[in-house]
Every structure is written in C-alpha cells, then in structure tokens.
C-alpha cells in the first residue's frame, strides 16, 4: 500500500538536509530519500565518519556536512538511506526501490534537492581507461582515502580543479601537472563582475588559497590550454595539448577532468515542469518562484538542482524551501514564514553575489561545447560527433530525434551525461540558439528498476 508523508525530500545534500531541519523544527513529519546510506551529498560525503586528520585534508567547511546531518536525528525525520528514486508523478506520488523492493508513498509536498551533475567534458581520447572526473577522485578520497599514484594529470576549468589538486597534495599525494582551460579572455569578461565577488570575498579568498597550496607544493600549471586529445593503446599513456603556443605532450597514468556542474534536471524534466535555460552556465534549469517552487502545485526545488550557486547557498535555499512547506502544510503561519525567511533571504544574496563573476570566469569552453567530429559525444551507445551533425544534416532537428536516427541519449544514463553535449553540436550544425534546441524527454524509469521490482508492486501502484 502507499504510504502517506507530509513531507518528502529527495536528497540528503546540503539543501535536503537543511530542508528536513527546519521543517521537522516546525513540526512537520518528514521523510528524506537518498541513494546514499549515510547524509552529506556529494560535497559532505562521508562527513558524518570523518577523522581529525581527513577533515584537515578535504578542508575545514567538510565538518558543516556533520552538522547538517543532526537533522536526521529529530523525531519527525524518517532517513531512507540507499533507495533509488525512479519515478515521481504531478499528484506527488513517488516510487523507489529500497534493498531490491519497490515501495510507493504519497506526500502533502515534496522538495526536490538532486543537487548537480558534472557537465561532460568530451575531447578526443577521453572514454580511455584512465580519465575519469575530478568528481570521482573526491568520492574515492572522502569514502576510501584513496590518493593516485604515478603519474597525475587535472585538466579542464573550475574551482573543484584547484580543490582536488590541493587535497590530493595535503595528503601526500603527487600531481604531475595542472592543465588548465580557462580560456584567457573570460578573465577580461569577467572582470566587470569583480564588485560582487569582492562582496561575497569568501570563495576569492579560498580560491588564492588553495591557488598558494598547489604553487608551493610545485605542481606545473599550465593555463589556456586547449586542444586536448588523450593518447594510449588500452588506457591513457600521454596527455596532448597546447599551451602559449606551444604544443605539449605530458606522460599520464591517470588523468582527471573538469568543465564545472549542471543542475540534475532528471527528475524535474519528467514531471514536465518549466524550464529555463541559464546563457552563463549553459544549461537548464527548472523555473522556480521565490520559495524554490516550480509550477505544479506542492512541489519545490531547492539547492543545486535549481541552478549552480554552491553548498552554503544550497543550504540557505533548502532552508527556505522547508519553511515555505512547513506554511504550506499549516504549521507554521505567514508571519512567522516571512520572519524566519528573513535573515535566510539575505545570506542567501550575499552569497550569490559571486555567481556571475564565476559563472563568467569558468564557463564551459566551446571546444568541449561542440567537440571536434572523432569525439565520442554520448559514450553509452558510442555515437560521435560527427555522427551527431550527419544527422542534423539528414533533418534531425532535436535531441529526441537523435535518439531514431542514431540512438544518442537511449543508453543506461538516459541522456545525464551527452544531453547538454548532444543539443549543443546540433545547436552549432543548424545556426541556432540552444534553447531552441530544447533536451532530451526524460520518462519514469528515471534509474533503472528491474521487472521484478515493478512486479512486487500492490496491483493498485502498478496502474
């Protein structure tokens, strides 16, 4: 049978966590669905175990992941920990599978906080064994402690470059090289929206710290790089590129990469909710109001998955999110909603008042954008760019359609990592914005569930 929540808030991240606090606070039930078993997202994953010494190596805002999971502890919140969310409907009924069972329950409202992707980064060479994301070396540093040995490459754009190089060198790690992307004329872009990050001057004052951290452990930085191609016959062996001028050839055991995050529109994109396209960050994004709702009654969206902004923000969104549900289902009045919101409201722009500058000084750069015709753009059914802009030429208007003519975008990621990739080449092939453009129809099964699963159902939930 269904079961029936107040509340539900899928993800455990920074906004979910805060979300579930302030909600149960207000006395609200609360139900929060995770893939994870333990909380934190992926910025506080495995927080809640961290030791002195980790936390000394990931840096000292780790230990606010630890914090933020006090909230699983009050008395309105249930924790479901390691349950795949695969199907949520307009009606707010949501489907997951739990230890190989699937469950149903309905809930009075429900706060969407996914959290972000890391956008693909396609380049020749790049489905190697060997590269992988900047993303997967922080979850096998927070759940493994495990530090790349040999030789270490970081390449591409974005602070998480910077982050990982430095918590790899506390830790006694070694890296080879820095190779960065940022092309050189986004700091001239930039530099217009230099006020608002001197405003909110934490992230600069982080950014030349960890910048002093890599220099002083004396890791090569290469800057403004571009035309990267990973060589290697079974795994990557070199990494090429071009630097000043200059033509590099590095040897690579392990090479991570980098071009930022995107909102995790999955879910969002198949309850058919309105989206945005965001020109800075070059991706979707949900449209919300200014409680983080969408526009389908009772559900809301807090955190990255509304639009990249960082954890500490996602934190101050989840927090409004929880108290406008917390309003929503009678437990608090608007008085006190426009009260505790307050202070929320304006942490919250002081916060995103570094947003332009960064989303200006490390957008996606249009190589990776639309990557040269022997890139694999969608590496679950292996179709290339080149595939990809023969079939605009054949009439291939959109991303959905790539998936009749060549099959790009029906593989297991259903279009999580090539959508953005797929929408821009056909984008830059037909001369037309990317929004025009649109993304991929997402449809339940979001994750993947097994007939099995679907089976064990109530009859009344399979309909």
């Not at 307009?90 to 969407?112: F, M, P, S």
Request: glycine share 12%.
């Amino acid at each position: 049978m269904t079961r029936h929540v107040d509340l539900a808030i899928i993800g455990a991240g920074p906004a979910g966590l805060a979300a579930a606090g302030v909600a149960a606070q207000a006395g609200v039930a609360t139900v929060v669905i995770d893939e994870q078993g333990a909380p934190g997202g992926q910025i506080y994953r495995g927080g809640e175990r961290a030791s002195p010494d980790v936390e000394g190596i990931l840096g000292p805002e780790y230990a606010r992941g630890r914090v933020l999971g006090e909230a699983l502890a009050q008395s309105l919140v249930t924790h479901v920990g390691r349950a795949i969310v695969w199907r949520v409907t307009q009606q707010r009924e949501i489907h997951l599978t739990k230890d190989g069972v699937a469950q149903a329950l309905h809930a009075r409202q429900i706060i969407i906080a996914t959290g972000a992707l890391e956008r693909a980064m396609p380049f020749p060479g790049w489905t190697l064994p060997g590269v992988m994301t900047v993303g997967a070396g922080q979850i096998l540093l927070k759940t493994a402690g495990m530090i790349p040995n040999g030789r270490v490459i970081l390449a591409g754009s974005g602070p998480l470059l910077y982050l990982l190089s430095a918590q790899y060198v506390r830790a006694g790690g070694k890296i080879s090289a820095i190779v960065e992307t940022t092309p050189r004329r986004n700091i001239l872009r930039a530099a217009k929206h230099l006020p608002g990050i001197l405003r909110a001057n934490t992230y600069l004052r982080k950014g030349i710290g960890l910048l002093r951290e890599i220099r002083r452990a004396g890791v090569r930085h290469f800057q403004a790089a571009s035309n990267l191609a990973a060589k290697g016959h079974g795994t990557i062996e070199t990494l090429r590129f071009v630097a000043n001028g200059i033509a590099h050839e590095l040897p690579c055991s392990l090479l991570f990469v980098h071009q930022g995050i995107v909102p995790n529109v999955q879910i969002t994109r198949s309850l058919r909710l309105s989206h945005d396209w965001d020109e800075l960050q070059r991706c979707w994004r949900p449209s919300l109001g200014p409680w983080g709702e969408t526009d389908v009654e009772g559900i809301s969206v807090a955190g990255d998955g509304g639009g990249i902004a960082g954890a500490l923000a996602a934190e101050l969104q989840g927090r409004i999110a929880g108290l406008h549900a917390a309003n929503s289902l009678g437990a608090i009045d608007d008085e006190m909603l426009q009260r505790e919101s307050k202070p929320e409201r304006k942490a919250l722009a002081h916060q995103l008042a570094a947003r332009p500058f960064i989303d200006v000084l490390y957008g996606p750069t249009p190589e990776f954008l639309s990557p040269p015709d022997e890139t694999i753009a969608c590496r679950c059914e292996e179709v290339t760019a080149a595939t990809i802009r023969r079939c605009v030429s054949l009439g291939c208007l959109g991303p959905n359609q790539t998936k009749a003519f060549c099959r790009a975008g029906m593989g297991p990621c259903q279009g999580r990592f090539c959508g953005l990739t797929v929408a821009e080449i056909i984008a830059s092939a037909r001369g037309v914005p990317v929004a025009d453009v649109g993304y991929y129809r997402i449809r339940p099964p979001i994750k993947p569930v097994t007939i099995g699963e679907l089976a064990a159902l109530p009859a009344d939930e399979t309909d």
